[in-house]
């Protein structure tokens, strides 16, 4: 009894594991993640500066009149 209880089991267990093998394979593809760039936060400074530069000139101008 035990004989043909091993050489079931034996049988079971090796075509079991074939059973399941192999099939179709469904490969799905995955969209790429959106990229999306965020501003600056020191995105401000730069036209801020500018702008104090130009009032500076403005303001401070030439006060150059010859020698008069």
């Given at each position: 009894?035990?004989?043909?209880?091993?050489?079931?089991?034996?049988l079971?267990?090796?075509?079991?594991s074939?059973?399941?093998a192999?099939?179709?394979?469904?490969?799905?593809?995955?969209?790429?993640?959106?990229?999306?760039?965020?501003?600056?936060?020191?995105?401000?400074?730069?036209?801020v500066?500018?702008?104090?530069?130009?009032?500076?000139?403005i303001?401070?101008?030439?006060?150059?009149?010859?020698?008069?």
């Amino acid at each position: 009894m035990k004989r043909i209880a091993a050489s079931v089991l034996a049988l079971t267990s090796a075509f079991s594991s074939t059973a399941f093998a192999g099939g179709p394979v469904m490969v799905e593809e995955e969209g790429q993640p959106e990229v999306v760039a965020e501003s600056p936060r020191s995105g401000w400074i730069v036209p801020v500066v500018v702008g104090l530069v130009l009032v500076c000139a403005i303001a401070c101008g030439n006060d150059d009149n010859n020698g008069e």
